[in-house]
C-alpha cells in the first residue's frame, strides 16, 4: 500500500516512518511526507495514496479541515494524534483508527494488521462524514455489521441490550441492529451522551424513560414500553438522574 505521512512535527514524521521500515517494509511503501494542511492536501491530490497517517493539530489547520477540503476519500486513515478527549471520543463513535503519541509499537503492528482487512472505500467515506459532523458535537455513531456499517443518529437510540460479546440496539424506529462489540465499549462512548447503564445487561437512553417503578432496585419503563430491570445497585444513581 502507497502511504503518505501528513505531520507539521519532523520528530513525528520520522517516528511513522522508522516504524514502517522496521514492521510494514512489505506491507507499506511511503510515497510522500507533508508538513502542514495545505501540502498535505496537495500530497494527497499528486499522489493518490492508499493510505495516509494524519496528524490532528498542525500549524494551519487540522487533520479535519484537510479532509473536509478533498472532493472525495479515496484512501484509508490512520489519525496519528497526542491525547485529546474530544477528539478519541470522535474516532471510536465514526470508528476510525488512530494512534496515540508517542506511538506503542504493538499498537502500530495492530493497526496495520486492520488495514489489510479494511472495509470498502465507500464504508471509509461513510466514517469520515461521521467524524466531520461529530466535529463539535456528536450526533452519529457508526455501528459495524456483518454487512458494513449503519450510520445511527444518537438521540434515535432508546436503549442497548447486552447479548454475550454483542451489543443489540433498539432504536425509534423499532429497527434493531446486532453489533459485534460490548455492552462495556458502549457503555464508555454513550454514558457522556444521556446514557446510563441501568443493569449489567442494559443500557438506556435517560430521555426515553416514560416511567420508574420502585421496587428491589425497580424498573423503569421505556417509551417503546419496554420495561427494563434496575440492579440495586444502579436506583441512587438513576434516580438522581431522572430527578435532575
Given amino acids: 500500500m502507497k502511504a503518505i505521512i501528513i505531520d507539521d512535527e519532523e520528530l513525528g514524521r520520522k517516528a511513522i516512518k522508522?516504524?514502517?521500515e522496521k514492521y510494514a517494509p512489505n506491507t507499506i511503501e511511503l510515497i510522500d511526507e507533508a508538513d502542514s494542511v495545505k501540502n498535505g492536501l496537495f500530497s494527497i491530490l499528486s499522489h493518490q495514496p492508499d493510505?495516509?497517517?494524519?496528524?490532528i493539530r498542525m500549524n494551519d489547520g487540522t487533520?479535519?479541515?484537510?479532509?473536509?477540503k478533498l472532493p472525495k476519500i479515496d484512501f484509508k486513515i490512520i489519525f496519528v494524534t497526542a491525547y485529546q478527549e474530544h477528539a478519541i471520543k470522535a474516532f471510536k463513535y465514526s470508528a476510525i483508527d488512530?494512534?496515540?503519541?508517542?506511538?506503542?509499537?504493538?499498537?502500530?503492528?495492530?493497526?496495520?494488521d486492520r488495514l489489510k482487512t479494511e472495509n470498502k472505500i465507500g464504508e471509509i467515506e461513510q466514517k469520515v462524514n461521521v467524524l466531520?459532523?461529530?466535529?463539535?458535537?456528536?450526533?452519529?455513531?457508526a455501528l459495524p455489521t456483518l454487512n458494513g456499517?449503519?450510520?445511527v443518529t444518537i438521540s434515535d437510540i432508546i436503549r442497548c441490550e447486552s447479548d454475550n460479546n454483542y451489543t443489540l440496539f433498539h432504536l425509534l424506529d423499532g429497527s434493531k441492529i446486532l453489533v459485534s462489540k460490548t455492552l462495556k465499549e458502549y457503555d464508555e462512548l454513550l454514558s457522556s451522551e444521556g446514557f446510563f447503564r441501568v443493569h449489567k445487561s442494559h443500557l438506556i437512553n435517560i430521555a426515553f424513560v416514560k416511567e420508574y417503578i420502585k421496587g428491589?432496585?425497580?424498573y423503569v419503563i421505556l417509551e417503546d414500553n419496554t420495561n427494563i430491570e434496575v440492579s440495586r445497585r444502579k436506583k441512587e444513581s438513576l434516580l438522581q438522574l431522572l430527578i435532575n
Fill in 63 to 68: 487533520g479535519f479541515d484537510l479532509l473536509e
Fill in 216 to 218: 428491589e432496585g425497580g
Fill in 18 to 20: 522508522s516504524y514502517i
Fill in 51 to 55: 493510505v495516509v497517517f494524519l496528524d
Fill in 149 to 151: 456499517l449503519k450510520m
Fill in 98 to 112: 488512530y494512534l496515540l503519541k508517542p506511538i506503542n509499537p504493538d499498537e502500530f503492528i495492530a493497526a496495520i
Fill in 132 to 141: 466531520i459532523k461529530n466535529k463539535s458535537r456528536f450526533n452519529k455513531i
